[in-house]
């Protein structure tokens, strides 16, 4: 039974406290005699209550019935003008009209504004028509202060609102799209190094078969011990790697065949591509490697990360730097191996492509995994990228 019954919307608190203020005004008015016409049809001093009290009753109504309070408030404002009149009334009246613009239909919002100025328009026509003199300009003004301008000022006031919130909502969607942008670039780069993580350890497993059939094969002790020595090194090495393989993997599509690991013996080749590359844009490429030679092996990962980041650092710059000189430093003491890449800053016109920055995402992913660090960053008109990568076996193990 109580689906029957029509829903009336519940006046919002602000909107209640203005109609109150409104209403106690207009009483205040009231009792001090102060109207706004004389002679009129309703010579009644109550008679003006009734018009501010349903006025009160629209503003109550302003936010949750707009189209409602409109067409009753134009309705009370049309009664008032039969009875002296109250300048609360009239001044409640034009934030009913506000209100209407502001929080009422997309449709009806649009209409209002024209429609209160075809009234003012008519209205002031009308009175000339009727009175042919001055006075009925300045009746015209009226109408469109009360309702025309109020009109417009809600108009205007709503624009803004949707714009603001129009833009807001751009915010919010590229700030997710580049956080999604972030995420898979982490999530490839991952996939990436755990394919290439699987190769190594193919490669170790290779190894162990191979010299396995050769010790079970041949009845020497001499060849069985070397055998055995190199199954033993490859083992320890394999599990090491096998341990990081397990942290990184997270997809087993792509590339299934093992690959030659790249190592840091092959930067002279990186940086003859990348000269290249890279000629046509002004750019030259300087190696300075200062490992100290015949020191112990770098843990696989951790030269492969040091390849790759200068792999990208590289590709950043044939695609980004201005002309000049791009120059590699790797060097290798205190159990770090440290990677640095300077290349001339320079920002070229035109919108970015989309991917931008996945790049630095994934030279960030591959030290941190393996408890180092890295950072990139422009240093007046030089773009520096800097990697510090543990060089001892247990790398990798944070």
Known sequence: MLDEYVTVPRPHRDDLLIAATGLVGGLLLWSFGLHTQVDRLFTQRWA???PLVVMAGCEAMRRTAPRAALTVGTLAIVADQFTYGSLATVLMFTDVVYAA???GPTAHARRVPYSTGLVTVGVTIGFLVWW???YALLIGVITGMISFLPAVTGAIVRNHREAADAARLRAEQTALLAEMDRAQAVVAERARMARELHDMVANHLSAIA???????????PATTRQALTVIRENSVAGLAEMRRLIGLLRDSSGDAEPGAVPSLDALDGLLARARTNGSSGGLEFVLHDTRPAGGAALPAPV???AYRIVQESLANAVKHASPGTVTVRVGRGDGVLTVAVDSPYGRRPGPSAPGTGSGLVGMRERAELLGGEFRAAAAGTVWQVRAVLPADEKAGNA
């Open 303 to 305: 030269e492969l990360a």
């Open 101 to 103: 613009v502001v929080y």
């Open 210 to 220: 191979i010299h396995s059939t050769a010790a079970l094969s041949l009845d020497e």
């Open 132 to 134: 042919q003199n001055a």
């Open 48 to 50: 003006t209550l009734v």
